[in-house]
């Protein structure tokens, strides 16, 4: 099955500077790539994605890149703000027309004001 | 829209006793996924239903654990007897075929004793 591996485990950044979590995944066939925030208390929310047939997608502060040959992905957070604060999960759907996700461990981001 | 709503948010029951979760998905919304987060295992699907169908129930961890959906607007996880190594926080999430994110439930966090 699909294994996603993320780094890193903790972030800790000064307010204003970006971010930046990476993610590697194993099944050469999965072609879409969720990113999803959660902060204390809460579920995970969907806050951007991107499908195999794109390099690279934004939405504003939030962008996300995807490297097909080298089973890569990576969040950029861009002037980061406090509220950014929260634990990042990367996943993967593989192929096969199921729309079962593998999420990575998670990247604990801390926002420093 | 209300989004998921799982039911109870709370949890707290003694080894051994039975345990019920309740989700009801976003209206439309033809999959429903049960997944369970731990420090030590992160998120991890349990099960997922398409239009009320198991498809994928690999991730139950035991027999003592069983989901049911019985119609498209409500589901449940039942834990029976339930041990303290089911304590976590177990999220529901739904999504479309047209959509493939998943919105995810508040969740329950569960504390056996």
């Known amino acids: 099955g699909e294994n996603v591996e993320q780094h890193p485990s903790t972030l800790s950044v000064q307010e204003g500077d970006s971010a930046v979590i990476k993610c590697t995944y194993s099944?050469?066939?999965?072609?879409?790539f969720p990113w999803y925030k959660q902060e204390l208390g809460k579920g995970p929310q969907l806050i951007i994605d991107i499908r195999s047939n794109v390099g690279e997608k934004k939405d504003q502060r939030i962008a996300v890149t995807l490297n097909k040959t080298a089973k890569h992905f990576s969040l950029h957070i861009t002037e980061t703000q406090p509220e950014d604060s929260a634990v990042y999960f990367c996943?993967?759907?593989?192929?096969?027309?199921?729309?079962?996700?593998?999420f990575g461990t998670g990247t604990k981001l801390q926002v420093i004001p | 829209d209300a989004g998921v709503i799982q039911s109870p948010r709370h949890e707290v029951t003694e080894m051994g006793q039975e345990v019920t979760l309740r989700c009801k998905p976003i209206?439309?919304?033809?999959?429903l996924f049960w997944y369970r987060q731990t420090m030590m295992r992160g998120l991890e699907l349990l099960i997922y239903?398409?239009?009320?169908?198991?498809?994928?129930d690999s991730g139950m961890p035991e027999d003592r654990f069983s989901a049911k959906m019985p119609n498209a607007s409500f589901s449940t996880l039942k834990i029976q007897p339930s041990e303290p190594r089911d304590s976590a926080v177990y999220f529901c999430?739904?999504?479309?075929?047209?959509?493939?994110?998943?919105?995810f439930g508040s969740g329950t966090r569960l504390t056996v004793v």
């Open positions: 209206s439309g919304h033809d999959y």
């Open positions: 996943a993967a759907r593989g192929s096969g027309g199921y729309q079962k996700v593998t």
């Open positions: 999430a739904s999504s479309t075929d047209r959509n493939y994110g998943y919105t």
């Open positions: 239903f398409n239009n009320n169908v198991p498809i994928d």
């Open positions: 099944d050469s066939a999965s072609n879409y």
